[in-house]
T-cell receptor, first 112, second 114 residues
Framework: KQEVTQIPAALSVPEGENLVLNCSFT??????LQWFRQDPGKGLTSLLL?????REQTSGRLNASLDKSSGRSTLYIAASQPGDSATYLC???????????FGKGTTLSVSS | GAVVSQHPSRVICKSGTSVKIECRSL??????MFWYRQFPKQSLMLMAT?????????EQGVEKDKFLINHASLTLSTLTVTSAHPEDSSFYIC??????????FGQGTRLTVV
């Protein structure tokens, strides 16, 4: 069974801190992994996509890495801001390579 | 990235009635769209894959007669929750797959059945 686990479930940090969100998955035959942001009651915003041939992707203050051998991905957020407060979801493609399998997310709160 | 528009964003309906949710791909043609459901504090779970011009593919445990999916054009898929009950109250969200298999999502629909 393909599963995605995210740790921690919740995280509170003061503004300015660098932080790491973790995502682990079973089945190292991963096709790609995608990180999303979800604000309360809202849809999902795609942050970063890492394809299986890649090891990391960067966008602004965000950096996501993928280690297929260990079944892990991390999302690094530099110099966190209150506006970063949201739930962060990681997801991998299912075995058919079509739809996504999601973790439960990490809810981040950045205080000013 | 792809732009996906979902409507309505929020709906309250009486138990036993039906509700239709629309998902539109605004800037590219999507032969396939995906419908997910999210219960409070849970992961998004795939409900069904909507295929343009053919029947949808439903995940195990999802009743196809209750959740009717129509994908009549390359830019529009609809999900109709028939004879809704309070246990159907959830957050429903659609997705399309763009270039490089990147997934893009609509704004979601919060359904409350009273």
């Amino acid at each position: 069974k393909q599963e995605v686990t995210q740790i921690p479930a919740a995280l509170s940090v003061p503004e300015g801190e660098n932080l790491v969100l973790n995502c682990s998955f079973t089945d190292s035959a991963i096709y790609n992994l995608q990180w999303f942001r979800q604000d309360p009651g809202k849809g999902l915003t795609s942050l970063l996509l890492i394809q299986s041939s890649q090891r990391e992707q960067t966008s602004g203050r965000l950096n996501a890495s993928l280690d297929k051998s260990s079944g892990r991905s991390t999302l690094y957020i530099a110099a966190s801001q209150p506006g970063d407060s949201a739930t962060y979801l990681c997801a991998r493609l299912n075995q058919a390579g079509t739809a996504l399998i999601f973790g439960k997310g990490t809810t981040l709160s950045v205080s000013s | 990235g792809a732009v996906v528009s979902q409507h309505p964003s929020r709906v309250i309906c009486k138990s036993g009635t039906s509700v239709k949710i629309e998902c539109r791909s605004l800037d590219f043609q999507a032969t396939t769209m995906f419908w997910y459901r999210q219960f409070p504090k849970q992961s998004l779970m795939l409900m069904a894959t909507s295929n343009e011009g053919s029947k949808a593919t439903y995940e195990q445990g999802v009743e196809k007669d209750k959740f009717l999916i129509n994908h009549a054009s390359l830019t529009l898929s609809t999900l109709t929750v028939t004879s809704a009950h309070p246990e159907d109250s959830s957050f429903y969200i659609c997705s399309v797959r763009g270039a490089r298999t990147e997934a893009f999502f609509g704004q979601g629909t919060r359904l409350t059945v009273v």
